[in-house]
Nanobody, 126 residues
Framework: RLEESGGGLVQAGDSLKLSCVGS????????MAWFRQAPGKERDFVAT????????HYADSVKGRFTISRDNAKNTLYLEMKNLKSEDTAVYFC?????????????????????WGQGTQVTVSS
């Protein structure tokens, strides 16, 4: 089970840090990702991170503003968001790719992920 937290209502230019805690099973063996879904739109890839955290990949729209990280000892995934824009308004989901692999390749398609949290709302007012 994955559970997100940290969302809220902020002003444009503000920062937020989202967390995603895994319970019942360790996330250390899984590649993890953040996706987001704005009202009336499909769920979009935001960022992904490898098992140990050494590899990351971002959507162009968030590159340079968002940072994905993880603390496997705390079984937690993070998304630090800076310089937020109104277009960042969405429900943010964390996801886990439980498929084992000897090589990490960033997966941008939501169907590659096996487990999902319920989401946390981020609203950015301009």
């Amino acid at each position: 089970r994955l559970e997100e937290s940290g969302g809220g209502l902020v002003q444009a230019g503000d920062s937020l840090k989202l967390s995603c805690v895994g319970s019942g099973r360790t996330i250390a063996d899984w590649s993890m990702a953040w996706f987001r879904q704005a009202p009336g739109k499909e769920r979009d890839f935001v960022a992904t991170i490898s098992w140990g955290g050494g590899g990351t990949h971002y959507a162009d729209s968030v590159k340079g503003r968002f940072t994905i990280s993880r603390d496997n000892a705390k079984n937690t995934l993070y998304l630090e968001m800076k310089n937020l824009k109104s277009e960042d308004t969405a429900v943010y989901f964390c996801a886990a790719d439980a498929e084992g692999s000897s090589e990490w390749i960033p997966r941008l398609n939501e169907y590659a992920y096996d487990y999902w949290g319920q989401g946390t709302q981020v609203t950015v007012s301009s």
